[in-house]
């Protein structure tokens, strides 16, 4: 009802606005400035900037945001996520909260789920702000050149920025990598306003985004773990749980392995490495399939986003299991990585002062939108009333009868001359319809991760007369479906969904493809009890019943198997929300040690001069000593510390008496440190040039030290998943053992800090300061 009081003011204010002349408009924005600092509070510049900006976005788009419209964009203002519909205009909806939060000063990011969204939104909508005086910058264009911190710069400062989520989020880390404050370009993290907010905020949380460096010593163990799990059998040798994500070795597996690898006991700590190498292996084979997992493409494995089939470009699975699966695909070994920092989107975007989101689909996922980011979602009414038919799901026992069910209905509609929109589960069930609509002589387009280039083009042709197109649900977002006005006349699109899809979410936006803004369409859905998500969820409840319909064509009759598949995605949907809770619950961890080692960077970064920073460096010289002597040391454990972390140079002889007190042997090695930081600032001869010397190494040292934490809590975290057997809690295991770990390498911080400083060497080529780290 407040939302409406808000859109009635506006309707009311928009005629003043109408009449005004485009100078009188554009005044406006100093005029909200000027009130914003002389106290006014944003709240109360809704109704007038509103009006404003629904006005500018006639004149300059020539689009006009409808009453709808405008009650979405007041949802999005006061923080929730706005439910609109398909073909509802969003983008245009966004153009309101994005201009007041600008007004204000704030940056005001506008976040699409990839580059080519960015840019379209960008161009489509960009001109508004400019010509209202809000600078506004394309975050997609960035990614297209070799990474330039000035442009960066630019980019963002600008007040309203339109940018995909993965651009946004590797802008992030790497600034955090920064080495000193002239290299940082990220503004303050004021407002967020997420497009599919939730494509980005739960199908795309569980995986971090990550910055990887220096490449891992190469284990040899792939190829050799790939060639004994192709010698055994499941069930005999392995099992895999019900849901297929575990796998493990039975006590016949692990005695075969013995014998195969010439090993006395497998399950030592010595043989860890190994064990580890033939679970990634099995999981390569066993858990992730080709087609809807991943694909091989230019003898390269390329991920597939599991919800849309889509590439994901420059993403790689971790802890060796990519390189298992190249094995697997006998494509060449790429190397392992280091992590150097890494981000969830779940944490990037709980960074932001305020975020707000749009979708078609959010209302089925509220509990958990508001449980975890405090969103509410506002559902808006279209424009013009829905008038697409949604037919009942059509439940077949076998794939077989399904795919004869789902060939006869695109041939029965393709005789009416409709468009077609089919959508698959995976490329490979995509590119098996292709085949069977080949077989039976009818031409059609096909739309997949393997053709992904061709996207643009092939959805522009989905709408016309006649039109088959064949999809993974990659098709479903983001793309605008044009529709020829004889294909309207004719009925309309035809979406028809073969498959039960492993949320609702992903179904309802694929059925949003047809119908939209008041257009006639149908969608249909077949599914049978061999689909995925039947068997890795439902598969005991319905197996009697399979077993005895299994020669059967005709569709499943049992209220209690047809209620199976609303089951199956029910549980489907529960377990990707605790896999998504269970994996925020790790990053708080991996945050919380992240935010120390952010506060140690922050410390160096704002030395302000040489004699601060060497101070800050024999700090941690004497932190380093003191860990080192909190035992007495003999006279050749001393000499190997020195050695390793102070000069290479020194010689034995001149070594004091292991009888020397520990204070004293203190004092003899901060001697050496000192007269080796002599000679390093005598050597550079700059005093501006060695105080930069002395925080790059210092921040190397922290940046290596984090990368192997990240390592160990990445590998910690697949230890503890195992523990849940002997009814402990996974997380608080990763909490304690996290938690061991970061105090150790606590201590190796300033033994590094120690070791760049001292045995770094330089080397200044054309007034450049080369550094080569021990």
Not at 223 to 246: A, M, P, T, Y
Not at 683 to 693: A, L, M, S, V
């Amino acid at each position: 009802m407040r939302y409406h009081k808000i859109l009635k003011k506006i309707n009311e204010l928009y005629k003043e606005m109408a009449g005004k002349t485009d100078l009188e408009l554009q005044k406006y924005t100093s005029v909200f400035k000027e009130k914003i600092k002389k106290g006014v509070r944003e709240e109360e510049l809704l109704v007038e900037a509103f009006a404003v900006m629904r006005e500018a976005d006639r004149r300059v788009l020539q689009l006009f945001p409808t009453d709808e419209q405008i009650l979405g964009a007041i949802a999005i203002y006061y923080g929730n996520i706005a439910e609109v519909k398909t073909g509802e205009g969003k983008s245009l909806i966004a153009t309101l909260p994005l201009y007041l939060k600008a007004l204000h000063g704030q940056t005001a990011f506008l976040v699409t789920t990839n580059n080519y969204l960015a840019h379209r939104d960008y161009e489509r909508i960009g001109n508004v702000y400019r010509w209202l005086g809000i600078s506004v910058a394309d975050g997609s264009q960035s990614n297209e050149e070799e990474f330039d911190i000035e442009q960066k710069k630019i980019m963002y400062s600008a007040s309203v920025i339109y940018i995909s989520n993965s651009t946004l989020a590797f802008d992030f880390l790497i600034n955090g990598l920064a080495e000193s404050s002239s290299e940082r370009y990220m503004p303050q993290l004021d407002f967020a306003l997420l497009d599919e907010v939730d494509e980005i905020l739960l199908d795309g949380a569980q995986m971090p985004l990550i910055i990887s460096g220096a490449p891992k010593i190469q284990s040899n163990y792939f190829e050799v773990s790939n060639s004994f799990v192709e010698l055994l059998i499941q069930g005999k040798d392995f099992e895999i749980d019900e849901e297929r994500q575990n796998v493990w070795l039975t006590p016949k597996g692990i005695e075969y392995a013995k014998q195969y690898f010439s090993v006395n006991n497998l399950l030592d700590q010595a043989y860890f490495t190994l064990y580890q190498h033939i679970i990634i292996a099995l999981k390569a084979h066993y858990i992730l399939k080709k087609g809807k997992n991943y694909l091989v493409e230019e003898g390269k494995v390329k991920l597939l986003d599991h919800k849309n089939g889509r590439i994901l470009e420059g993403s790689n699975l971790q802890s060796g299991l990519h390189q298992a699966l190249e094995a697997k695909e006998q494509v060449e070994i790429t190397q392992e990585t280091q992590i150097i920092s890494s981000i969830t989107y779940q944490n990037l975007f709980r960074k932001f002062s305020s975020l707000a989101g749009m979708s078609g689909t959010a209302k089925v996922a509220e509990s958990e939108f508001i449980n975890t980011y405090n969103l509410p979602v506002k559902k808006i009414r279209t424009h013009k009333k829905s008038i697409r038919i949604d037919h009942k799901p059509k439940q077949y026992v076998t794939f077989k009868a399904k795919i004869e069910a789902v060939l006869k209905k695109i041939i029965d509609l393709h005789s009416t001359g409709r468009p077609l929109l089919i959508i698959a589960g995976s490329v490979d069930a995509s590119e098996l319809l292709s085949m069977h609509l080949l077989d039976k002589g009818i031409p059609h387009n096909v739309l997949n991760a393997k053709n992904s280039s061709k996207e643009a083009k092939i959805i522009k042709e989905a709408g016309r007369v006649g039109a088959i197109t064949v999809a993974t649900a990659m098709a479903g977002r983001g793309t605008d479906i044009k529709m020829e006005h004889e294909a309207i006349e004719r009925g309309g699109l035809v979406v028809i969904i073969t498959e039960r899809m492993l949320n609702k979410r992903i179904e309802l936006q694929a059925k949003g493809r047809a119908g939209r803004q008041g257009e006639p369409g149908e969608t249909y859905v077949f599914e049978s009890l061999e689909d995925d998500i039947i068997k890795l969820f439902v598969q005991e409840k319905v197996q009697k019943y399979y077993d005895k319909h299994l020669l059967s064509s005709s569709e499943v009759r049992s209220r209690k198997i047809r209620k199976s598949f609303y089951q199956a995605q029910k549980i489907a949907e529960e377990k990707a929300e605790n896999e998504r809770i269970k994996a925020l619950q790790f990053d708080e961890v991996f945050l919380l040690q992240k935010r120390m080692i952010d506060k140690s960077r922050e410390e160096i970064i704002r030395l302000s001069n040489i004699n601060e920073a060497i101070v800050f460096f024999e700090t941690h010289a004497r932190i380093a000593l003191d860990n080192f002597f909190f035992k007495r040391k003999s006279a050749n454990e001393l000499q190997r510390f020195i050695l390793d972390y102070v000069d290479y140079n020194f010689k034995k002889n001149t070594l004091e008496s292991e009888k020397e007190e520990i204070i004293s042997q203190v004092n003899y090695v901060l001697n050496l440190v000192k007269n080796s930081l002599y000679h390093k600032r005598k050597q550079i001869n700059d005093d501006e040039t060695f105080f930069h010397y002395l925080q790059i190494t210092m921040l190397k040292a922290l940046d290596t030290i984090w990368s192997e934490q990240v390592d160990a809590l990445n590998q910690l975290r697949v230890v503890v998943e195992s523990r849940t057997t002997a009814q402990k809690k996974a997380i608080f295991e990763f909490e304690t053992e996290a938690q061991r770990s970061y105090k150790l390498r606590q201590k190796e911080v300033s033994k590094l800090i120690l070791k760049n400083v001292t045995l770094s060497t330089i080397e200044i080529k054309k007034e450049e300061l080369i550094i080569t780290f021990p």
